[in-house]
């Protein structure tokens, strides 16, 4: 038996409803005395984000900047190890390991290393750092998409004499693309984290996680949850995007799709 699927504006509104009852239960816990002091209310948060708005949309650029050069210097990596480790297995038997080793290690341990390797006043240490983490999910769902194509469907690109070129446009791109958009939404996220993750140890003094260090440090608590709240944003401005594209691919494959 199939689910009814929700009506446009019930898609829409259900988020709304759950962040305003989110803010309510924190302005309540707050106001309850209860609250660490470290945890102002929603309010004092509003207040100092529409106060130092260019602060933290400064902050954001810097760290979005970061979260974006990695994920895509991170995907493109990703998609040619990928498909030459789906075309010849040796380079398959050799990636495996280091894929694993890669997805093992500690955002916070590697970090550090980067920052001091790369200068004090670059950013391109964090800039690694994103590409690492978006690297991982984006290598093993490409990988598994270029392998998804059948025996069958290839058995009929052969008998109707198509090049390699034509198969590899008309039915392994195609059949690999909504693994590859999946393992790029998954990544968005993991390189905003790793981007702000990346700012609390070393580097240059700027961007969100710094900020919220800072701040934090030196008790202004409603300034730091603000640049919180900046890094949410980019971290949701990431997923839509990713989002949009996967649904927007999706829907335009069905010409591609190769018969059976």
């Known amino acids: 038996m199939n689910a009814t699927p929700l009506p446009g504006w019930a898609r829409l509104a259900a988020p709304v409803v759950v962040g305003l009852a989110g ?10 005395g209860s609250a660490p002091r ?17 602060l933290v949309g400064e902050a954001a650029g810097i760290t979005g900047t970061n979260a974006l050069v990695g994920l895509l210097a991170g995907t493109v990596v990703a998609v040619l190890i990928a498909a030459l480790a789906a075309t010849w297995r040796p380079v398959d038997g050799m990636t495996a390991p280091l894929v694993a080793a890669l997805a093992v290690v500690p955002i916070v341990a590697l970090t550090p290393i980067l920052n001091t390797m790369f200068g004090a006043s670059s950013q391109f240490g964090r800039q690694a750092v994103a590409g690492i983490a978006a690297f991982v999910p984006v290598f093993v769902n490409t990988l598994r998409g270029l392998r998804q194509t059948r025996p069958v469907q290839r058995d009929l690109f052969r008998a109707t004499a198509a090049t390699g070129g034509q198969t590899f446009l008309r039915l392994t791109l195609p059949t690999a693309l909504p693994y590859l958009l999946t393992g790029v939404r998954v990544a968005a996220s993991l390189a905003v984290i790793s981007a702000l993750v990346a700012e609390y140890f070393g580097g240059p003094a700027d961007g969100i996680g710094t900020a919220i260090a800072t701040y934090a440090k030196s008790g202004r608590a409603a300034l730091a949850w603000a640049f919180v709240g900046g890094g949410i944003a980019i971290g949701l401005i990431f997923f839509a995007v990713t989002a949009l594209l996967e649904r927007v691919v999706a829907r335009r494959l ?7």
């Open 23 to 32: 803010l309510l239960a924190w302005y309540a816990f707050v106001a309850s």
């Open 38 to 54: 470290m945890l102002p209310d929603p309010f004092a948060v509003a207040t100092e984000l529409v106060a130092r708005f260019p």
């Open 254 to 260: 069905g010409a591609l799709r190769p018969p059976g």
